[in-house]
C-alpha cells in the first residue's frame, strides 16, 4: 500500500512539474556553457588553472564526486571575481563546508535567495550547483559590461544573375490564381477577337488568299512521340503545390472537420470506457458497503468492550492522579521529617562528642592556673601598696611629731604688743 501511495505521489509530481522538468538541467548547463565562453573561460581560467575543458552536460551528470567539487568550486570562486568582489580560489585539501559557505554568502550579498541547504551543493553538481554557476555567470557578465546584440538576418538576393532560380515547380495559391484570372482574360479577349464584324467579312478574301483558313490552322502535324518528350519536359513544371495559409479559412474548416471526427470517434471509444468504468466502480462500491455492513455487525460487539474498557481505563487514571497527588504530598512531609531527623542527629552528635571530650576541661585547668598566678601577682602588689601606704602614714606621723615638739614663742616676747 505504500508503495503504490508513493507511485502516486511520483506522478502528481510528475503532474504538477511536468515530464521534461528533469532535463531543466541540462539546458541550463548548455546555457552557462555558452555564458562562460563569453567570458572567455578557456583562456583565463582552463588555461590559467590547468584545468580541462567542461563539455555541454558535465554539471548536470554525477561522474567523478571529488574533481567536479573542486573544478565547481574554483569555478565559483573564478565567477565572483569576474563579478568584482574578491574570494581566493580554494585548494584541493580545504574544508568543504566553509568553502561552500563562502560562495553562498556572496551569493546572498548579491542579491540571489538561495532556499536550498548547504550540504546540496557538496555533490559538486546537479541543478542546485548549476544554478549557482549560472547566477555568478549572469553577474560576471554584467559587470563586464556585456551587452546582447540584436541579430543580424541576411538578406535575401531575389533579382540578379546571382539571386536564386527560384523554383517554378511549387506555387502559391495567390499565384494560381492570378494565373487562373490572365487565363481567363486571355480567354475572353480571344473570344472577342473570334466575334465576326461587318469589317471582318471583308478580310476573308484576303485570308482565302494569303493566308491558311482556321481550319488549317486547327490541324496538328505534332507526332505522338514528340508529344511525349514535351510532356516529359515540362512535367515538373506542372506540379502545383499549394501551401497551407494559417489565415486562409479553407483550411481552418477542414481541420474542424478533421477534429470534429477525431473527437466523435475518440468520444464513442471514451463513452465505452467510461461505461465500463461506471459499472466497475459501481459494483466496486456496492461490495464496499456490504463488507462495511458485515464488519460493523461483527465488530459491534468488540467495539462496545472497547468503550467500556476505555471507561475503565479513564476511571483508573483519576484513580492513578488522586494516588499521585497524595504520594506527592506523604513524599513533602517525608522529606521534612527526613530533615528535623537530620537535625536532631547532628545535635546529639554535638552533645556526646562534647560530653566524652576531655579538651574543654584541660582549658578550666589552664583557665584556673592562670587565675591563680594572676591572683598571686595582685596579692604582690597589693602587699607593696601596702608597704608603701605604710611608709607614708608613718612620714606623717614623724612629722606630726616633730611638729608638735617644735619650740613655742610667745607673741609678747616678739614685742608685738
Known amino acids: 500500500m505504500s508503495g503504490r501511495r508513493g507511485l502516486v505521489e511520483d506522478e502528481a509530481e510528475e503532474v504538477d512539474g511536468g515530464p521534461g522538468l528533469a532535463y531543466m538541467p541540462f539546458v541550463v548547463m548548455d546555457?552557462?556553457?555558452?555564458?562562460?565562453?563569453?567570458?572567455?573561460?578557456?583562456?583565463e581560467f582552463i588555461i590559467e588553472h590547468k584545468m580541462k575543458p567542461l563539455n555541454r552536460h558535465y554539471f548536470a551528470i554525477p561522474t567523478n564526486p571529488g574533481e567536479q567539487f573542486y573544478l565547481f568550486t574554483s569555478l565559483a570562486a573564478w565567477l565572483i571575481c569576474k563579478a568584482g568582489r574578491q574570494m581566493e580560489p580554494p585548494q584541493e585539501y580545504d574544508d568543504p563546508n566553509s568553502t561552500v559557505s563562502s560562495i553562498l554568502d556572496h551569493l546572498r550579498q548579491l542579491g540571489v535567495t538561495v532556499d536550498f541547504p548547504p550540504s546540496k551543493l557538496k555533490a559538486g553538481c546537479g541543478e542546485h550547483a548549476i544554478f549557482v554557476l549560472d547566477r555568478l555567470a549572469d553577474f560576471a557578465l554584467k559587470n563586464s559590461n556585456f551587452v546582447w546584440k540584436k541579430p543580424t538576418y541576411p538578406v535575401e538576393d531575389t533579382g540578379g544573375d546571382g539571386?536564386?532560380?527560384?523554383?517554378?515547380?511549387?506555387?502559391?495559391?495567390?499565384?494560381?490564381e492570378e494565373e487562373m484570372m490572365a487565363e481567363y482574360e486571355e480567354q475572353e479577349e480571344e473570344e472577342e477577337e473570334n466575334i465576326l464584324h461587318m469589317n471582318d467579312l471583308k478580310d476573308l478574301n484576303k485570308q482565302k488568299e494569303g493566308e491558311a483558313w482556321p481550319e488549317e490552322i486547327l490541324h496538328s502535324t505534332t507526332t505522338q512521340?514528340?508529344?511525349?518528350?514535351?510532356?516529359?519536359?515540362?512535367?515538373?513544371?506542372?506540379?502545383?503545390?499549394?501551401?497551407?495559409?494559417?489565415?486562409?479559412w479553407r483550411s481552418h474548416i477542414e481541420q474542424m472537420h478533421e477534429h470534429r471526427e477525431k473527437i466523435n470517434e475518440t468520444l464513442t471509444f471514451t463513452d465505452k470506457q467510461l461505461d465500463s468504468l461506471h459499472s466497475e466502480i459501481t459494483r466496486s462500491l456496492e461490495k464496499i458497503g456490504s463488507r462495511e455492513k458485515y464488519l460493523n455487525s461483527q465488530l459491534e460487539p468488540l467495539l462496545l468492550e472497547y468503550r467500556n474498557l476505555q471507561n475503565v481505563a479513564a476511571e483508573s487514571?483519576?484513580?492513578?492522579?488522586?494516588?499521585?497527588?497524595?504520594?506527592?504530598?506523604?513524599?513533602?512531609?517525608?522529606?521534612q521529617i527526613s530533615d528535623e531527623l537530620d537535625r536532631v542527629k547532628h545535635e546529639m552528635e554535638e552533645r556526646g562528642s562534647s560530653m566524652t571530650d576531655g579538651t574543654p576541661l584541660v582549658n578550666v585547668r589552664k583557665a584556673l592556673t592562670r587565675v591563680r598566678q594572676e591572683i598571686t601577682a595582685m596579692d604582690v602588689r597589693i602587699g607593696v601598696v601596702e608597704q608603701k601606704l605604710l611608709q607614708a602614714k608613718l612620714k606623717d606621723k614623724s612629722n606630726l611629731q616633730r611638729d608638735m615638739n617644735a619650740p613655742v614663742y610667745n607673741n609678747m616676747d616678739m614685742g608685738l604688743f
Not at 163 to 176: A, N
Open 31 to 43: 546555457d552557462l556553457l555558452d555564458k562562460l565562453k563569453l567570458l572567455n573561460y578557456d583562456k
Open 225 to 248: 512521340e514528340e508529344w511525349k518528350l514535351e510532356l516529359e519536359r515540362v512535367l515538373p513544371q506542372l506540379k502545383v503545390t499549394i501551401r497551407s495559409d494559417t489565415r486562409d
Open 317 to 335: 487514571r483519576e484513580q492513578y492522579r488522586q494516588a499521585s497527588g497524595k504520594l506527592v504530598e506523604k513524599s513533602h512531609e517525608l522529606a
Open 163 to 176: 539571386g536564386e532560380v527560384e523554383d517554378e515547380s511549387e506555387l502559391t495559391l495567390d499565384k494560381v
